[in-house]
């Protein structure tokens, strides 16, 4: 939902899925994993703060020499 602009909320439901799925997606996108215990906690709280991402970083890093080697 994030990656088009739809706030989101992390649902923990015990046993469902493993957690490091999620605690890894939010700590990747410089937040701390927060989780609603249940749908209405979750509606309540509201999406999740915004992502933290710096993309000059990963430009800097890209090789542009490779970016257009097919035409």
């Known amino acids: 939902a994030e990656s088009f ?3 989101a909320r ?3 439901f015990p046993g469902s899925q ?3 799925k999620f605690e890894d997606y939010f700590l990747s996108t410089g937040r701390e994993p927060r989780f609603a215990p249940s749908i209405l906690k979750a509606i309540e709280a509201g999406g999740a703060e915004p992502i933290v991402f710096d993309h000059v970083p ?3 890093a ?3 020499d490779l970016t ?3 035409v």
């Open 5 to 7: 602009g739809i706030p």
């Open 10 to 12: 992390w649902v923990r």
């Open 18 to 20: 493993p957690e490091i």
């Open 58 to 60: 990963l430009l800097k």
């Open 62 to 64: 890209f090789p542009r």
């Open 68 to 70: 257009f080697s097919y």
